[in-house]
């Protein structure tokens, strides 16, 4: 298959690139970046409603960027055989999806769906929303984040195909710069048989329209 191509194995490694070395930034120093923040903008950090902010700031971003610390890959390791040539494709609509801008760091909320076509082996279905919410931990654009869950999926997976769609509104244009509150944003990638074949495209598309 044109996926198990050098080039492309080496695509896939590149997008799914977490860091190896942990950061040797301190919570403290983050805190202290915090605090100066709040200084900048005018505030007072010193200010009672304020001295636990940078403590509470440090601990929101752990949560918000967690994906720096977890591999997709582990998660999709386990594999079930027992389907008994199910050869269909699998859909997964509606993936709650929050991310950050890698621009203004400001939020990504939407959602994504995701489908495969098993090629002998099925994965538990919340290893799907799994990958979408690792990769999303992180700082993203749109159309990478859309192509590396689908990326991780058909290397992983060994499918026959996936599909990926996010539907999602960035604040980084809703609530600053040119505040278009009811813009959104939508990327697809398709891999394998739903790049070849249209018919299974346009079944996934008509399914996620649902």
């Known amino acids: 298959m044109y996926y198990k191509n050098e080039r492309y194995m080496k695509l896939v490694k590149d997008l799914d690139k977490t860091p190896s070395k942990k950061s040797e930034v301190t919570d ?12 900048w903008i005018g505030e ?24 720096y610390n977890e591999d997709p890959n582990k998660e999709l390791i386990k594999t079930f055989g027992d389907v008994e040539n199910y050869d269909d494709m699998v859909v997964q609509k509606d993936i ?15 959602v994504a769906h995701v489908a495969y076509i098993p090629n002998k082996k099925i994965v538990g279905l919340s290893k799907l929303a799994r990958t979408v919410e690792i990769f999303s931990k992180r700082l993203q654009t749109q159309e990478r984040l859309t192509m590396q869950i689908a ?20 604040q980084c244009m809703t609530t600053r710069g040119i505040r278009k509150e009811k813009a959104t944003t939508v990327t697809n990638y398709f891999l394998g048989s739903f790049k070849e074949d249209l018919s299974f495209q346009n079944r996934y598309l008509r399914y996620i329209a649902k």
């Open 28 to 39: 403290k120093q983050a805190e202290e970046a915090f605090e100066t923040i709040i200084s």
């Open 44 to 67: 007072n950090p010193k200010r009672e409603g304020l001295l636990e902010t940078p403590k509470r700031v440090v601990k929101a971003f752990k949560e918000y960027f967690k994906g």
């Open 96 to 110: 709650t999806l929050e991310s950050h801008c890698e621009h203004h760091m400001a939020p990504i909320i939407g």
């Open 151 to 170: 990326k991780t999926l058909m290397s992983a997976l060994d499918a026959k195909g996936v599909a990926v769609t996010i539907d999602a509104t960035h």
